[in-house]
């Protein structure tokens, strides 16, 4: 399975009013030093800070000077979320008007002509699938969108999908803590269809929650690091890229540190015994 974008993909969920709040300068600056060490394609969402954080890349990326040819911009559509202090409820959108709609919105906030890639960000229960095909269609005869995809979609509901229009890519969360979609068959059907995986919170809750399943990895990641001489993340990483799915992590730091040595993860070669490891302490027991 080929795919258009680089190995690791840069999340930009919390580049902007959501948590870091960069400044033009200082996403410029991470957009260099992505490019500069292999991270090419930036994730986007029309709904990202309150929809203010695909503006402020735009203007970053403009700074930065990088050629256009030289990233792939994915952005997903069909999230709605009220204004504050509104008694609306966040909603899920996905009809052809509304598609249109959002597509042409971010391609003015990126300031881009198109984007390769644009994701239903979440399945739509009231979603019309004959609708979705011909918004995906006319977006791609105009030039807007090279390829399309889903986000948090599960099999049937990919199915579904597939059955008026082509679907090149689900974005689903997948992690050393999160591994349901490897067992649930998710991945086995994205490799039959041919449907690229990407991966939204690879490192999953092992830095961020005390459970018994964070304690035992990062005992074992204590080691593995001794043994591989690269940090925790980069084998947590390399864990998700070993998967024969070809899953693409996202990667939402922005420490330019990390982001240095990030590329190190898809160099990694990790062993079978230790990938196995891995998966044990997180399922909390030794596999039959």
Request: proline share 3%.
């Amino acid at each position: 399975m080929n795919s258009r974008f680089s190995r690791i993909i840069a999340g930009t969920m919390n580049w902007g009013s959501w948590d870091k709040k960069l400044s033009t300068s200082e996403m410029a600056n991470i957009i260099n030093v992505c490019v500069e060490n292999k991270i090419t394609t930036f994730d986007h969402a029309a709904i990202y800070g309150d929809y203010t954080t695909e503006t402020d890349f735009g203007k970053a990326f403009k700074t930065s000077k990088i050629s256009r040819e030289k990233i792939q911009l994915i952005s997903k559509c069909g999230m709605i979320k009220p204004a504050p202090n509104s008694t609306q409820v966040k909603q899920y959108e996905s009809s052809k008007e509304s598609m249109i709609q959002s597509v042409d919105a971010s391609l003015k906030n990126l300031q881009t002509d198109y984007l390769d890639a644009l994701l239903i960000h979440r399945p739509n229960p009231l979603m019309h699938v004959d609708g979705v095909a011909e918004a995906v269609t006319q977006l791609k005869k105009e030039g807007k969108i090279l390829d399309f995809g889903v986000s948090n979609f599960t099999t049937s509901q990919t199915e579904l999908l597939r059955s008026k229009v082509e679907v090149n890519y689900n974005q689903i969360q997948f992690s050393a803590t999160h591994f349901e979609a490897m067992t649930d068959g998710s991945l086995d059907y994205m490799q039959i269809q041919g449907i690229q995986p990407m991966a939204w919170n690879p490192l999953g809750t092992v830095f961020r929650e005390d459970t018994k399943q964070t304690r035992d990895l990062k005992k074992l990641l204590a080691r593995l690091v001794e043994k591989y001489e690269v940090g925790s993340d980069m084998i947590l990483l390399a864990w998700i890229l070993k998967h024969p799915a070809n899953i693409i992590p996202l990667a939402g730091t922005v420490n330019t540190g990390r982001l240095q040595n990030i590329h190190k993860a898809t160099e990694m070669v990790l062993e079978q015994e230790d990938w196995f490891a891995i998966w044990s302490e997180s399922m909390g027991h030794r596999i039959a």
